[in-house]
């Protein structure tokens, strides 16, 4: 067991362990509580945003693109998830592999944030790259989430975006 410091006089453990697809639906909920905290609240959006997420994790578990890894209480409760896509990268002189790791859907359950959930999860992905030869793991932060990362040591990147209307 991974442990971690809880707010309260008593100590929490929790247990970081791989997702496997039966997680499936349970990801899917935290992500799309990660939508919600991020301000989208619309029903009918994330009604969508579940269906599109849920049958793109569902292909990407079974092409193995996509790792998983989901933090539980002791008793089993699931408090926290996150993933890495690993989605293909453009040639460059410092990356080893044709694929970057991508990490996305980091949610913790409310009651429990602030104990360590969420840095053990990052942690598992992290030591998972190493293990697998990765060089380089990516990320979009929110902007609770960005001291977090750089306690874990990411750095910050320029990415520009258009939205483009249709």
Known sequence: MRRAGSRSSLPQSFLVRKATSRD????????????????????????????IYRQWAKSA???RTFVAWVAETRDGLKVGSGCIWLRAAQ???N???KVQPYLLSMYTE????????????VKEAIKWCKKNGYS????HASRKGRG???KLGFGRTWEMRLNIAT
């Open 91 to 93: 040639p460059r002189p």
């Open 148 to 150: 977090l990362y750089r």
């Open 110 to 121: 409310p009651h429990f944030r602030r104990r360590g959930v969420a840095s053990l999860v």
């Open 136 to 139: 380089r793991l990516a990320l």
């Open 95 to 97: 990356l080893k592999k």
């Open 24 to 51: 499936l639906e349970m990801l899917v909920r935290h992500r799309r509580g990660m939508w919600i905290d991020l301000g989208i609240r619309e029903n009918a959006v994330l009604d969508e945003a579940d269906r």
């Open 61 to 63: 578990f079974k092409n």
